[in-house]
């Protein structure tokens, strides 16, 4: 007989989660003393204390975090086992979890969503937007079904992953139309040591990608000149428009900007910055009736952008 039922690693989840044992009782729908007594049980059961009680201060023990990582897949895979049981029931209808990469989140999974939104009304979609590494160790954990990313995914989770290719996202230079290099068609990379850049802050994924591929055609990234540093595409996006000066960012994240003619595109000469965009799911996983059509919406738009 196992020393905890799935209720109380909810009840570890919820504590863990709102770090108050009210808050995590009313998140429940239970009484504080039931869950407090959950609690009890369940230390006794296993004969370790799970839970530091200092006064209003709640936390997790070492043995409370080892329980809680275990906690969360159990119960991953409990929610999957309902869902594949209902899609058997209800065919093509189902819940959804996708998950994006940060500059995909915010300005191609809207539109990717819209579309499928379109076509398959019956499907209940839940977003979430994090850094690369954060979705992939999602996908493994079974809380998201399946995510597009741009970001680099580090050898230890590759092992665990599917992983298709999907489009390519050109990082375009931009400027504004006031600037001096506005009028040109392109320029050459020495031009690059004159501009003042706009960067997000340095342990950015998207900038490391962006100085390696510098780097890679002989362009030395510690001579240009940075002059701002932001934690935002939107915010970037301002100051280049304001003329601060230039910044490399998405094609995706400055359709709306370039129809407006709030910022100009410039080529560099015999250098283009693109990243490979990539699917990924965890090839454990049940793959409901509502991943498959995801999965194929995915592939549709991919050959469509590709011709």
């Not at 009782?25 to 230390?43: D, F, G, N, R």
């Not at 969503?113 to 076509?119: R, S």
């Amino acid at each position: 007989m196992l020393p905890f039922t799935l209720q109380q690693l909810r009840i570890l989840r919820a504590v863990a989660t709102e770090k108050n044992f009210t808050k995590a009782a009313a998140v429940l729908y239970l009484s504080q003393p039931s869950l407090s007594k959950q609690i009890k049980t369940l230390e006794k059961n296993l004969d370790i204390l799970l839970i530091n009680r200092e006064r209003n201060n709640i936390s997790l023990t070492e043995s409370g975090k080892v329980l809680l990582q275990y906690s969360e897949r159990i119960l991953a895979l409990c929610e999957e086992s309902c869902r594949a049981l209902i899609d058997l029931k209800n065919g093509d209808r189902g819940n959804l979890t996708v998950g994006a990469s940060q500059t995909i989140g915010t300005y191609l999974m809207p539109r990717i969503l819209a579309l499928f939104a379109q076509n398959y009304p019956q499907i209940n979609l839940k977003v979430q937007v994090n850094s690369t590494r954060i979705i992939a160790k999602k996908i493994i954990n079974r809380e998201i079904d399946i995510a597009v990313v741009g970001g680099e995914i580090s050898d230890d989770l590759k092992k665990n992953l599917t992983i298709k290719p999907f489009v390519s996202d050109e990082l375009s230079l931009i400027i504004s139309k006031s600037h001096p290099f506005a009028k040109k068609n392109q320029i050459n990379k020495e031009d690059l040591y004159c501009l003042d850049f706009i960067t997000l802050n340095p342990n950015s994924t998207i900038k490391n990608f962006i100085d390696n591929i510098l780097i890679q055609n002989q362009i030395e990234t510690k001579q240009l000149k940075t002059i701002l540093q932001l934690n935002s595409i939107e915010g970037i996006k301002t100051a280049v428009s304001l003329g601060l000066g230039a910044a490399f960012v998405s094609s995706s994240a400055i359709e709306k900007e370039i129809k407006l003619k709030t910022i100009g595109i410039i080529k560099l000469e015999n250098i283009k910055i693109t990243r490979k965009l990539s699917i990924i799911s965890n090839p454990e996983c049940y793959k409901s009736k509502a991943f498959e059509f995801f999965y194929t919406e995915l592939i549709r738009l991919k050959n469509k952008i590709e011709t």
